[in-house]
């Protein structure tokens, strides 16, 4: 018998303890039981290494994970350094955690192959992608396996989890995955710069939401910061930011627009890194910090709205790597992977490549602040697309007001670009253009096979916000009136930046959301499209056969054109949020006809539901 070596027995005994360890990983994830739409997190050990190591964690490694599902459907989700995995807690540095999130669309058994790998910068490179990448060891082609289970009815309505992952679904309007719900955003705008906030570490503000402290409630999360700016490092200070989630969603605001990273900008306070300078080098506690409130806001029905760049700091990544001589910096490419890495599991997400992208200062033509290009801004869209295992919302920030040339340059713009999904539109409260600007955009992608989403997400304004019936006429109507899918409410005069309390801006908020209520309770508006031909005193959508709804600034002038038939008519006024039965008509005419004023305030806005009348 031939005689069995040392050097034979350790590589048998390390064939099994492999084998025996897989298993065990194996029957873990077989008894692991994931509500459907939930989050599903694997933590896993890997080689101790720190926010400043190298080779760097954020580079120089990169995790991914093939899910497959119970109809095998695969989706490669990319993973993350996490530290000791408690960070938002311990505010730990080091640790050998790494970290996998997603949120499973079936029900049944799934089963995931994990892959870990090292090579300089490889976390740059998109999997399957040819490169000179080796095994990092550890947990390499690992598999497992988990239930996804029917989930318990939620506490509340609001709470995504109810109605699953909100997807572009090749139509003007996002659409939830599991409800089938279709969506149409009141959000907000400001303060953009909500991640400013002295209750994450390391963050150089005192901003503290003092205000809204007490719309926090017994069950909501805390946190404890270490933040040399701040005076208060006890758990009440992160109860400002969550209590301003609250209050928001409290007035069914269901979006929130914010920069992820501002450096060199008009707050010059955000950022996900150790420091503005250190582009590679990731604040592992802040980040985990940051997910607390974006958790909250989708338990509270709120859209987390991820701006990643300022017109300031267009640049940034590719001016620090080689002043501009390259188009897509690595840096950048880490930046959008950690980003997703991190927050890609949430369910109702809007991935913004920049605020007022492309802004053509000749202040700003050197350095961070150079405007991108065409070229890079579907570069960038397609590599975001890359991450993506789920059909995202991913869309660009024109700039400034009223310039919309990304869209529509002749011969060099993004209009209907695959890549991108939607048009995140800046106008001007006060110029009457919005309906206009809309309808534009709306119309030129509507008949494309990759039909754009399109909200107007900041309609400019000068000074503080003073006149509601203008916002609710000229911008909130004629926003969903021009078929569009959303609006946001900036605050103006600043307080984009620096407004804490948002209650004196109860008004807006309520004329977004009476709006987005009406639309969702009352009519079919995926089935309608903007058609400006039926009036010329106000707005319309139709079906063109059966429903058209109206929209009058002024009732008294409600002339309108329609195939001559008899209808039934309501009204709704947007002011008090009052639905009231009207009464049949008939048209017998060829020319335009004056439509019954309603009830009271007849020179005032309201809105009209005609339907055709059965015989």
């Given at each position: 018998m031939k005689k069995i070596t040392i050097k034979r027995l350790l590589l048998i005994s390390a064939f099994f303890a492999s084998f025996i360890f897989s298993a065990l990983i194996r029957a873990e994830q077989t008894s692991t039981h994931v509500p459907i739409w939930h989050k599903l997190s694997l933590t896993l050990e890997g080689p101790h290494t720190s926010e400043l190591a190298t080779p760097n964690p954020f580079t120089d490694y990169r995790l991914d994970a093939t899910f497959t599902s119970p109809t095998n459907r695969q989706y490669t989700v990319p993973g993350y350094y996490a530290a000791d995995a408690n960070t938002a807690q311990t505010h730990a540095t080091a640790g050998n955690k790494w970290q996998v999130l997603f949120s499973p669309n079936e029900l049944g058994k799934w089963r995931y192959t994990l892959s870990f790998v090292k090579g300089r910068n490889?976390?740059?490179?998109?999997?399957?992608?040819?490169?000179?990448?080796?095994?990092?060891?550890?947990?390499?082609?690992?598999?497992?396996?988990?239930?996804?289970?029917?989930?318990?009815?939620?506490?509340?309505?609001?709470?995504?989890?109810?109605?699953?992952?909100?997807?572009?679904?090749?139509?003007?309007?996002?659409?939830?995955?599991?409800?089938?719900?279709?969506?149409?955003?009141?959000?907000?705008?400001?303060?953009?710069?909500?991640?400013?906030?002295?209750?994450?570490?390391?963050?150089?503000?005192k901003r503290n939401y003092q205000a809204h402290i007490k719309h926090w409630q017994n069950s909501d999360p805390t946190w404890q910061t270490i933040n040399t700016e701040t005076d208060n490092s006890s758990h009440q200070s992160s109860k400002g930011i969550i209590g301003l989630i609250n209050y928001l969603a409290s007035l069914n605001i269901n979006a929130y627009y914010f920069l992820t990273m501002n450096a060199y900008g008009d707050g010059d306070q955000v950022w996900p890194w150790l420091s503005k300078t250190q582009t590679t080098r990731y604040d592992v506690s802040k980040l985990a910090q940051w997910d607390i409130v974006f958790s909250h806001m989708q338990q509270k029905g709120i859209m987390t709205h991820f701006v990643m760049s300022e017109t300031e700091n267009?640049?940034?990544?590719?001016?620090?790597?080689?002043?501009?001589?390259?188009?897509?910096?690595?840096?950048?490419?880490?930046?959008?992977?950690?980003?997703?890495?991190?927050?890609?599991?949430?369910?109702?997400?809007?991935?913004?490549?920049?605020?007022?992208?492309?802004?053509?200062?000749?202040?700003?033509?050197?350095?961070?602040?150079?405007?991108?290009?065409?070229?890079?801004?579907?570069?960038?869209?397609?590599?975001?697309?890359?991450?993506?295992?789920?059909?995202?919302?991913?869309?660009?920030?024109?700039?400034?007001?009223?310039?919309?040339?990304?869209?529509?340059?002749?011969?060099?713009?993004?209009?209907?670009?695959?890549?991108?999904?939607?048009?995140?539109?800046?106008?001007?409260?006060?110029?009457?253009?919005?309906?206009?600007?809309?309808?534009?955009?709306?119309?030129?992608?509507?008949?494309?096979?990759?039909?754009?989403?399109?909200?107007?997400?900041?309609?400019?304004?000068?000074?503080?916000?003073?006149?509601?019936?203008?916002?609710?006429?000229?911008?909130?109507?004629?926003?969903?009136?021009?078929?569009?899918?959303?609006?946001?409410?900036?605050?103006?005069?600043?307080?984009?930046?620096?407004?804490?309390?948002?209650?004196?801006?109860?008004?807006?908020?309520?004329?977004?959301?009476?709006?987005?209520?009406?639309?969702?309770?009352?009519?079919?508006?995926?089935?309608?499209?903007?058609?400006?031909?039926?009036?010329?005193?106000?707005?319309?959508?139709?079906?063109?056969?059966?429903?058209?709804?109206?929209?009058?600034?002024?009732?008294?002038?409600?002339?309108?054109?329609?195939?001559?038939?008899?209808?039934?008519?309501?009204?709704?006024?947007?002011?008090?949020?009052?639905?009231?039965?009207?009464?049949?008509f008939c048209v017998n005419t060829a020319t335009s006809t004056q439509l019954a004023t309603p009830p009271n305030t007849p020179n005032n806005d309201w809105v009209y539901l005609i339907n055709l009348s059965a015989k």
């Amino acid at each position: 018998m031939k005689k069995i070596t040392i050097k034979r027995l350790l590589l048998i005994s390390a064939f099994f303890a492999s084998f025996i360890f897989s298993a065990l990983i194996r029957a873990e994830q077989t008894s692991t039981h994931v509500p459907i739409w939930h989050k599903l997190s694997l933590t896993l050990e890997g080689p101790h290494t720190s926010e400043l190591a190298t080779p760097n964690p954020f580079t120089d490694y990169r995790l991914d994970a093939t899910f497959t599902s119970p109809t095998n459907r695969q989706y490669t989700v990319p993973g993350y350094y996490a530290a000791d995995a408690n960070t938002a807690q311990t505010h730990a540095t080091a640790g050998n955690k790494w970290q996998v999130l997603f949120s499973p669309n079936e029900l049944g058994k799934w089963r995931y192959t994990l892959s870990f790998v090292k090579g300089r910068n490889i976390a740059s490179v998109p999997l399957n992608t040819i490169t000179n990448e080796q095994s990092a060891g550890f947990f390499d082609k690992q598999i497992g396996e988990f239930n996804v289970t029917t989930a318990t009815k939620s506490s509340s309505s609001k709470d995504f989890k109810s109605k699953g992952k909100l997807e572009y679904v090749n139509k003007p309007y996002l659409q939830f995955n599991g409800s089938k719900e279709y969506f149409l955003k009141a959000g907000a705008n400001s303060p953009e710069v909500l991640l400013g906030f002295s209750g994450f570490d390391a963050t150089p503000t005192k901003r503290n939401y003092q205000a809204h402290i007490k719309h926090w409630q017994n069950s909501d999360p805390t946190w404890q910061t270490i933040n040399t700016e701040t005076d208060n490092s006890s758990h009440q200070s992160s109860k400002g930011i969550i209590g301003l989630i609250n209050y928001l969603a409290s007035l069914n605001i269901n979006a929130y627009y914010f920069l992820t990273m501002n450096a060199y900008g008009d707050g010059d306070q955000v950022w996900p890194w150790l420091s503005k300078t250190q582009t590679t080098r990731y604040d592992v506690s802040k980040l985990a910090q940051w997910d607390i409130v974006f958790s909250h806001m989708q338990q509270k029905g709120i859209m987390t709205h991820f701006v990643m760049s300022e017109t300031e700091n267009e640049s940034l990544f590719e001016w620090n790597e080689s002043q501009l001589k390259n188009d897509f910096a690595v840096s950048r490419k880490i930046y959008y992977r950690e980003l997703f890495a991190r927050f890609g599991y949430h369910l109702a997400t809007t991935w913004n490549i920049g605020e007022e992208n492309g802004w053509q200062d000749p202040s700003g033509d050197d350095k961070q602040q150079k405007a991108n290009t065409t070229k890079q801004r579907k570069q960038f869209a397609d590599y975001f697309q890359s991450l993506t295992y789920y059909p995202e919302h991913i869309v660009v920030h024109n700039g400034p007001s009223l310039d919309y040339h990304i869209y529509d340059k002749p011969n060099d713009n993004i209009l209907g670009y695959p890549a991108y999904t939607g048009a995140s539109l800046q106008g001007e409260l006060k110029t009457n253009t919005t309906y206009g600007d809309v309808l534009k955009y709306r119309q030129l992608t509507q008949n494309n096979p990759h039909p754009w989403v399109i909200t107007m997400d900041e309609a400019y304004i000068y000074e503080y916000a003073n006149n509601v019936d203008t916002w609710r006429k000229s911008n909130v109507w004629a926003t969903f009136m021009a078929g569009g899918a959303g609006i946001e409410f900036y605050l103006g005069g600043g307080g984009d930046l620096t407004e804490q309390d948002l209650t004196p801006y109860k008004d807006y908020y309520l004329a977004m959301t009476n709006a987005v209520a009406f639309f969702q309770k009352y009519v079919p508006f995926t089935k309608l499209t903007p058609t400006p031909e039926l009036t010329k005193t106000g707005w319309a959508l139709s079906d063109n056969s059966a429903f058209y709804l109206f929209y009058f600034s002024n009732a008294s002038q409600a002339q309108v054109t329609l195939p001559n038939a008899c209808y039934t008519l309501d009204w709704f006024n947007p002011r008090t949020n009052n639905y009231i039965n009207g009464k049949r008509f008939c048209v017998n005419t060829a020319t335009s006809t004056q439509l019954a004023t309603p009830p009271n305030t007849p020179n005032n806005d309201w809105v009209y539901l005609i339907n055709l009348s059965a015989k």
